[in-house]
């Protein structure tokens, strides 16, 4: 029974960091599916994927719910949990069309309307069958669906396009480090925001920074102040084009696009948050 538990592991990882958005709860689901699974009556299982992908999509909502409710006591903004992606290593979930941008606008889903979400469109199952997983009426999920993908109606703006992802960073990074307002200001969408989850543990701002001005005053500050101390490597955030930024402390950054323009800019400094980047210095 291990074997085959083994064998539906990353796609049971990936849909559970759908749902609840980070690795460390991810794995907590996977390993209560888990022990269920070992205890589970083997005559009863006739499809092990379709059951254990029952069993995480309910434990994982079940999380949700259960992080929802604690959400008022963490610190500042909270983001997703950024995932290191590009090589064989460190590729231990699926990522596949899940930027942080989209994983971001997910929050503003109801559990089980995330859940219908995310076994319909990244895993393609029919209605009744999640209507099973979820024990909910097959009408009922495909209500929870439509409202699901109105409240997301904003993710089908964002841009893919690796290139455009890297030149519109690597910009955004160049002419902040250079103070060029001019420059910012054209890679910049008028209504960008910045999102910066330090999880209390290192000060990035309690707040999000909202309009174009805004941002461009934040990022010269601190990139006029960091200079010195900063180093910036490019990489693979949740499949996308991202940077591992070490200084006074050290993050991931990535970016959603919209028109052309830099729509987003989200900053994960929590340490607790990057433990699939490797240690600092690594």
Request: charged share 25%.
């Amino acid at each position: 029974m291990t074997g085959e538990f083994l064998a539906h592991r990353r796609m049971l990882l990936g849909l559970a960091y759908r749902l609840v958005g980070t690795v460390h709860d991810a794995e907590d689901v996977l390993q209560e599916a888990y022990l269920r699974w070992t205890r589970a009556d083997r005559s009863e299982v006739t499809e092990p994927r379709r059951y254990l992908t029952r069993v995480v999509a309910r434990l994982a909502v079940d999380a949700l719910r259960a992080r929802q409710a604690r959400r008022e006591e963490y610190p500042g903004t909270w983001l997703p949990e950024p995932v290191h992606t590009g090589d064989a290593v460190h590729d231990v979930i699926d990522t596949s069309d899940l930027s942080v941008a989209v994983l971001h606008l997910m929050e503003r889903l109801t559990p089980p309307q995330r859940a219908v979400y995310v076994l319909r469109t990244a895993f393609d199952l029919p209605y009744a069958e999640i209507a099973a997983i979820l024990d909910r009426g097959e009408e009922d999920c495909r209500q929870l669906h439509r409202r699901a993908g109105a409240a997301l109606a904003g993710r089908v703006r964002f841009s893919t396009d690796p290139a455009q992802h890297a030149r519109l960073l690597d910009g955004f990074v160049a002419a902040a480090r250079d103070g060029d307002v001019e420059r910012l200001e054209r890679l910049l969408h008028e209504d960008v925001v910045a999102w910066n989850d330090g999880g209390g543990k290192v000060r990035t701002g309690p707040n999000p920074i909202r309009g174009r001005a805004k941002v461009i005053r934040f990022f010269t500050a601190v990139m006029r102040r960091h200079a010195a101390v900063v180093t910036i490597v490019p990489t693979g955030v949740n499949g996308e084009y991202g940077l591992l930024v070490d200084g006074l402390y050290r993050y991931a950054m990535c970016v959603a696009v919209v028109d052309g323009r830099i729509h987003d800019v989200f900053r994960v400094a929590n340490p607790a948050k990057l433990s699939t980047f490797g240690a600092p210095g690594s």
